[in-house]
């Protein structure tokens, strides 16, 4: 009998491909292999490969994965025949339908197969196409099928039954077709004071200890959820997500942990109230709820909903290209509006989320996950990225707070009005290189903003900015509460033909200490102190 090689812990086991008993856990279709071979029912069938996984939250804890296994397959002696054929990776499916090849994957010409860190997550029953070519030109094509097995004790995939999303989310793990929590981590930053309870959530997911109230992360390879219900008191006082965005570095920070799956919550606490928005920025990147401690425990819910809804193979992919965040923004912020119309406004993209009022919560929460779950594989939101490619905002006068693909967040500080900026979109992308239609707004800030078409170049827009002198926000949700601002947002989105992307976003905050008068020729009449003062890392 022919041998899988499990490799555990750096150590190289054999292990027979026996047949055997599953393990329990999601009952998933055996799944037919992609491409002509399968349809002609001429591809030679190898034997199947077994693979049983591990998860053990304490083994390989520094590299931040559960300790993968690996499955290594010399094609050349898997059947008679094949020895100095030349082989290639036709197609690949999972649970019955065509799927991407894991990034641990490879296959070279001689057909040494192997495939790296095959983790819970990875559980299901593939189909890799493959072609066997001959140096005289004749091939041939064969089928391999590999299942991955659950560990033996997987918990189901949510706790409470009684709750509709709960129902549908354990109707479709039962059919594989949903990822569960199996690969993610919650970690409370304030020391339990604000804990989401995970236990009466899903016993998926896993704890992790330790990590300070900041925008730092020393688990860079996990699927992590965090929230610290903290406010930062003094002279420098703010919320833990305003407190860490007053330079570059800190928004570079910021950026590394969304391209992480990562998503960590913070209260606003008094930076958002009935008198004001007192954020100088705004962005997806930012995970801020509307109230005070304990505001913030709704949005882990739903946050994950979302990982525990996503198709398997759909989030596979996500995590692997560090996109599980911004997709998670995507289905959160779409979820609170009823349509596109609106998901394209200001309406859905506010600072910070409200909560949503209790007599439809469940429902959106069961909209959210079925909305989650009805992503395949080929139908990933696309993803919107921002570049500069003209600006009027001076670095040197402080006024370029950051700049990165995600968001561009300026504040007005000189005297010369109005502003400009010239934005591109070219390096939008989807990761199935679907063709894109790009979709520039005014989120907020509707009177002090106009976008203007660039001629011959349907990716970029000519954003002209006019002082924005504090005004009541335009949007203003269900159950949310009327407040002004001194920002602007502009909200960049790409559309693959099936749904919209996340926004990346460009605001510009006028100080809000503050008030200036312009003529209508832009010469600045006079400016003069409000009465409110800057946060201290503004002046």
């Given at each position: 009998?022919?041998a899988?090689?499990?490799a555990?812990?750096?150590?190289?086991?054999?292990?027979a491909?026996a047949?055997?008993t599953?393990?329990?856990?999601p009952?998933?279709?055996?799944?037919?292999?992609?491409?002509?071979?399968?349809?002609?029912g001429?591809?030679l069938q190898?034997?199947?490969?077994?693979?049983?996984?591990?998860?053990?939250?304490?083994?390989?804890?520094?590299?931040?994965?559960?300790?993968?296994?690996?499955?290594?397959?010399?094609l050349a002696?898997?059947?008679p025949?094949?020895?100095?054929?030349?082989?290639?990776?036709?197609?690949?499916?999972?649970?019955g339908?065509?799927?991407?090849?894991p990034?641990?994957?490879?296959?070279?010409?001689?057909?040494?197969?192997?495939?790296?860190?095959?983790?819970?997550?990875?559980?299901?029953?593939?189909?890799?196409?493959?072609?066997?070519?001959?140096?005289?030109?004749?091939?041939?094509?064969?089928?391999?099928?590999?299942?991955v097995?659950?560990?033996a004790?997987?918990?189901?995939?949510?706790?409470a039954?009684?709750r509709?999303?709960?129902?549908?989310?354990?109707?479709?793990?039962?059919?594989?077709e949903?990822a569960?929590?199996?690969?993610?981590?919650?970690?409370?930053?304030?020391?339990?004071h604000?804990?989401?309870?995970?236990?009466?959530f899903?016993?998926?997911?896993?704890?992790?200890?330790?990590g300070?109230?900041?925008?730092?992360?020393?688990?860079?390879?996990r699927n992590?959820?965090?929230?610290?219900?903290?406010?930062?008191l003094?002279?420098?006082?703010a919320?833990?997500?305003?407190?860490h965005?007053f330079?570059?570095?800190?928004?570079?920070?910021?950026?590394?942990?969304?391209?992480?799956?990562?998503?960590?919550?913070?209260?606003?606490?008094?930076?958002?109230?009935?008198?004001?928005?007192l954020f100088?920025?705004?962005?997806?990147?930012?995970?801020i709820?509307v109230?005070?401690?304990?505001?913030?425990?709704?949005?882990i819910?739903?946050?994950?909903?979302?990982?525990?809804?996503?198709?398997?193979?759909?989030?596979?992919?996500l995590?692997?290209?560090?996109?599980?965040?911004?997709a998670?923004?995507m289905?959160?912020?779409?979820?609170?509006?009823?349509s596109?119309?609106?998901?394209?406004?200001?309406?859905?993209?506010?600072t910070?989320?409200?909560?949503i009022p209790?007599?439809?919560?469940?429902q959106?929460?069961?909209e959210?996950a079925?909305?989650?779950?009805?992503?395949?594989v080929?139908?990933?939101?696309?993803?919107?990225?921002?570049?500069v490619v003209?600006?009027?905002?001076?670095?040197?006068?402080?006024?370029?707070?950051?700049?990165?693909?995600w968001g561009v967040?300026?504040?007005?500080?000189?005297?010369?009005?109005?502003?400009?900026?010239?934005?591109?979109?070219?390096?939008?992308?989807d990761l199935?290189?679907?063709?894109?239609?790009?979709?520039?707004?005014?989120?907020?800030?509707?009177?002090y903003?106009?976008?203007e078409?660039?001629?011959?170049?349907?990716?970029?827009?000519?954003v002209?900015?006019t002082y924005p002198h504090?005004?009541p926000?335009?949007?203003?949700?269900?159950?949310?509460?009327?407040?002004?601002?001194?920002?602007?947002d502009?909200?960049?989105?790409?559309h693959?033909g099936?749904?919209?992307?996340p926004?990346?976003?460009?605001?510009?905050?006028?100080?809000d200490s503050?008030?200036?008068m312009y003529d209508l020729?832009?010469?600045l009449?006079?400016?003069?102190?409000?009465?409110?003062?800057?946060?201290?890392?503004?002046?």
């Open positions: 009998m022919l899988v090689l499990l555990t812990s750096g150590a190289v086991v054999a292990a491909a047949t055997g599953p393990t329990p856990g009952s998933v279709p055996a799944g037919k292999a992609t491409g002509a071979a399968g349809a002609a001429a591809a190898l034997e199947r490969r077994v693979v049983a996984t591990v998860a053990d939250v304490a083994t390989n804890f520094t590299l931040g994965r559960d300790n993968g296994r690996t499955l290594q397959v010399d002696r898997a059947a025949g094949l020895l100095g054929q030349r082989f290639t990776l036709v197609s690949i499916s999972r649970n339908s065509p799927s991407f090849v990034a641990r994957l490879s296959l070279n010409a001689n057909g040494e197969l192997r495939w790296e860190d095959i983790t819970p997550g990875s559980f299901g029953n593939w189909r890799l196409l493959l072609k066997a070519e001959d140096g005289a030109g004749k091939a041939r094509e064969l089928v391999l099928p590999v299942e097995r659950l560990p004790d997987t918990p189901d995939i949510c706790e039954a009684s509709p999303w709960c129902a549908f989310a354990r109707e479709r793990w039962a059919r594989g949903a569960g929590n199996l690969e993610d981590f919650y970690n409370n930053r304030d020391g339990g604000a804990a989401f309870p995970i236990a009466r899903s016993r998926q997911i896993r704890p992790l200890v330790g300070h109230a900041t925008l730092l992360s020393p688990w860079p390879t992590v959820v965090g929230n610290a219900s903290l406010f930062s003094g002279p420098a006082a919320s833990m997500e305003r407190f965005s330079s570059q570095p800190q928004f570079d920070a910021k950026v590394r942990i969304f391209e992480s799956n990562h998503v960590f919550w913070y209260p606003a606490h008094t930076d958002i109230f009935g008198n004001g928005d100088h920025f705004n962005a997806a990147y930012a995970n709820s109230g005070s401690s304990g505001s913030e425990v709704d949005e819910e739903r946050t994950f909903v979302v990982w525990a809804m996503l198709r398997p193979d759909v989030k596979q992919r995590v692997e290209r560090g996109l599980l965040a911004p998670t923004q289905l959160l912020r779409r979820n609170r509006v009823d596109d119309a609106a998901y394209l406004s200001g309406l859905a993209h506010l910070g989320f409200f909560d209790p007599a439809i919560a469940e959106r929460l069961l959210l079925q909305a989650a779950n009805a992503i395949t080929r139908d990933i939101p696309p993803f919107a990225m921002l570049k003209r600006e009027d905002f001076s670095a040197a006068d402080r006024e370029q707070l950051a700049t990165n693909a967040h300026r504040i007005w500080r000189r005297e010369d009005h109005p502003r400009e900026m010239v934005l591109s979109a070219a390096d939008s992308f199935n290189g679907r063709a894109l239609e790009y979709r520039w707004v005014v989120l907020r800030g509707l009177k903003a106009k976008i078409p660039v001629e011959g170049d349907p990716g970029s827009a000519r002209v900015f504090r005004f926000v335009e949007f203003v949700p269900p159950g949310g509460e009327a407040h002004q601002t001194n920002r602007i502009i909200g960049l989105f790409v693959n099936v749904s919209w992307s926004p990346a976003m460009v605001t510009v905050f006028a100080l503050e008030v200036r020729t832009h010469r009449l006079w400016r003069k102190p409000s009465g409110r003062p800057d946060h201290v890392r503004l002046k």
